[in-house]
């Protein structure tokens, strides 16, 4: 089975405009397609624009840096 290699995706620029905001975001994972204070919010307004099936992110109050990893028992 092949896989397509990852590509990173810049979420921190989405930070000035939408903090604290859910995006619906198009396919391609960049293109802000709505956004409001309720993820309801966003996809129905995705889907009044015609895309019934955004990818929705919420883009977090404060910008933190994360570290994590796997633990396994």
């Known amino acids: 089975m092949a896989h397509e290699p990852t590509q990173i995706k810049d979420w921190s620029l989405l930070f000035a405009k939408y903090r604290g905001q859910w995006v619906a975001l198009a396919d ?13 919010g966003a996809l129905a307004a995705s889907a ?7 990818i ?8 933190d840096t994360f570290v994590g990893y796997e633990v396994r028992l």
């Open 28 to 40: 391609d994972e960049v293109t802000v397609l709505a956004a409001a204070p309720t993820a309801k």
């Open 48 to 54: 009044a624009k015609g895309a019934p099936e955004p």
């Open 56 to 63: 929705l992110y919420r883009v977090p109050d404060t910008l």
